[in-house]
């Protein structure tokens, strides 16, 4: 019923000896010519608490659980629009549905519930994103602001009432602590910490792009954002930017479209025109374009990963490809993986940042005549750490992961 390409990847060794990888891809391909898949333009993807996926396109909604598809459109259910922009799932194994004219749906599993600007007081009937806080707040991007939905009140924040820059809110990243930080068009990114809405942009903050497609939050809390013209960055603490694009990254391209961080921290980069990009947890880098892998089209619209470690895909317009990744053997390049630190040189003041995530480290700082000035033992994996109060001067800092030491030389200036 769907075609299937299994691609082998020989084991790679690296000039030092050590082993790279070894896997078995597996690339499953389904379209309108060969599954009940609706349209070939995958828009959004979402698994639910079932682990059943549900796929908006641009001919209705598709439900696929365990091998059986399930259609909605205008005609056949309470779907008000067929185009499908948004998905998310609540607590109660509800889908929310965002679309481009018909507003926002609510679908319990036999019912629809519909919210648009003629029965609510949603900004707007172009939903871009959908985020449900801890509380089951539903936290709504539309083309005309961003609103808030407590299955009672709504409240929203435009141009016009709140100061944001810009009303078209393209997603919503939300930490554990109920933080929200919002990416828009042309408007720069939108903080909501504690309670307190803060605007940064390229000219106030030095943010590298005004724009951003997505946003995610990694085990540490950090917002990462998928940048339609710069990259994928990172706001590192106090709006200090970590930038990593096709110059100096592994990354394909720097035209992004979409994102997501799995529970390894391995991140999955959908692209414009250059494929899907894979970071490791440990910042290794791989590409699947047409040319190299079974993907079917370079334009990467939509990801999700199941609990079955299925990564799915939606593309532009060759349908919906599903990629099971054989398990990666990197504990040896994870050893050989040089650490760096920045700044550097810091300031006394400066929270110390780190190139990748380190494992439960030891951290020791030392004089550069060997004085031990201070060590911390982290039972957490990390990739930053604040630092004590230092006099100007040099200093070495000890890293201990493992059987692994590395010491890197710093400034503080």
């Known amino acids: 019923m769907y075609k299937k390409i299994i691609v082998l990847f020989l084991p790679l060794y690296l000039c030092s000896g050590s082993f790279f990888y070894g896997q078995i891809t597996e690339w499953e391909i389904f379209d309108e010519s060969n599954s009940l898949l609706p349209n070939n333009t995958i828009r959004c993807l979402l698994v639910d608490r079932t682990n059943a996926l549900w796929i908006g396109t641009d001919h209705g909604l598709a439900h696929l659980s365990n091998g059986t598809w399930e259609i909605f459109n205008s005609t056949n259910s309470g779907l008000t629009d067929d185009y499908i922009r948004a998905l998310a799932v609540d607590e109660n194994n509800d889908i929310w549905i965002g679309t481009t004219l018909g507003g926002l749906l609510k679908f319990n599993g036999s019912t629809w519930q519909s919210f648009n600007t003629l029965n609510s007081n949603i900004p707007d009937n172009f939903i871009r994103a959908i985020s449900i806080d801890t509380a089951g707040n539903k936290w709504i991007g539309t083309v005309e602001g961003l609103t808030m939905f407590d299955d009672t009140n709504w409240q929203t924040w435009t141009i016009a009432n709140s100061g ?7 997603s919503i990243g939300i930490d554990s602590q109920n933080n929200k930080y919002i990416g828009t068009i042309n408007g720069g990114l939108i903080y909501i910490v504690n309670g307190i809405l803060q605007n940064y942009t390229i000219l106030n903050a030095g943010v590298p792009d005004n724009s951003v497609a997505a946003v995610q ?76 892998s079974g993907i079917p089209e370079n334009h990467i619209l939509s990801l999700a990963k199941d609990s079955n ?47 990748r995530i380190l494992i439960q480290p030891t951290i020791q700082i030392f004089t550069t005549e060997g004085k031990l000035i201070s060590s911390k033992n982290y039972d957490e994996n990390i990739s930053n750490a604040v630092l004590p109060i230092l006099n100007r ?19 503080i200036f």
Request: no cysteine; proline share 3%.
């Open 393 to 411: 001067g040099n200093y070495i800092i000890k890293i201990i992961e493992g059987d692994k030491i590395e010491n890197i030389h710093f400034v």
């Open 164 to 170: 944001i820059f810009s009303n078209n809110i393209t």
């Open 217 to 292: 939050i990694d085990e540490l809390g950090k917002p990462w954002y998928a940048s339609p013209a710069q990259g994928l960055f990172t706001d590192t603490g106090n709006q200090t930017w970590l930038l990593q694009n096709s110059s100096n990254s592994g990354l394909a391209s720097n035209s992004l479209t979409t994102m997501i961080i799995d529970d390894s921290q391995n991140f999955y980069l959908g692209t414009h025109q250059n494929g899907l990009s894979v970071k490791t947890y440990n910042s290794l880098w791989e590409n699947y374009t047409v040319s190299n």
């Open 309 to 355: 470690n299925y990564i799915w895909i939606g593309t532009y317009s060759k349908g919906l490809v599903r990629l099971l990744e054989g398990q990666l053997d990197l504990k040896h390049v994870q050893k050989d993986k040089k650490i760096e630190v920045y700044p550097n040189p810091a300031q006394s003041t400066d929270q110390l940042n780190f190139n």
